[in-house]
Nanobody
Framework: EVQLVESGGGLVQAGGSLRLSCVAS????????IGWFRQAPGKEREGVSW????????YYADSVKGRFTISRDNAKNTVYLQMNSLKPEDTAAYHC??????????????????WGQGTQVTVSS
């Protein structure tokens, strides 16, 4: 059974930090690019960041560049999203997703095969 399980969300004050984790199982993790997406109430889901399967290429949404860092540990089947300098507008449910994704289409949801259930991030002002 394929699973992606996110953790690490919570309530934090503006300017604070959180580290999200996404643990994968049931597929060959090292073959897949991993993306983080988020969806705030009343808004469409948007791509946050992506990391390639093996060569370390990364992409970030303009809104999080310089504040968020994505990384992966293939030995642990885990991808991390370090989020610093959090803002109230970062409040959303964060989901990780796995797909055989071309980097140029990293934020195209249809490119992803597997999705996690999400973890809530709430940033207070």
């Amino acid at each position: 059974e394929v699973q992606l399980v996110e953790s690490g969300g919570g309530l934090v004050q503006a300017g604070g930090s959180l580290r999200l984790s996404c643990v994968a199982s049931g597929f060959t993790f090292a073959d897949y690019g991993i993306g983080w997406f988020r969806q705030a109430p009343g808004k469409e889901r948007e791509g946050v960041s992506w990391i390639s399967s093996s060569d370390g290429d990364t992409y970030y949404a303009d809104s999080v560049k310089g504040r968020f860092t994505i990384s992966r540990d293939n030995a642990k089947n885990t991808v991390y999203l370090q989020m610093n300098s959090l803002k109230p507008e970062d409040t959303a449910a964060y989901h990780c997703a796995a797909g055989l994704v071309n980097g140029m289409e990293w934020d195209a949801e249809y490119e992803y095969d597997y999705w996690g259930q999400g973890t809530q991030v709430t940033v207070s002002s």
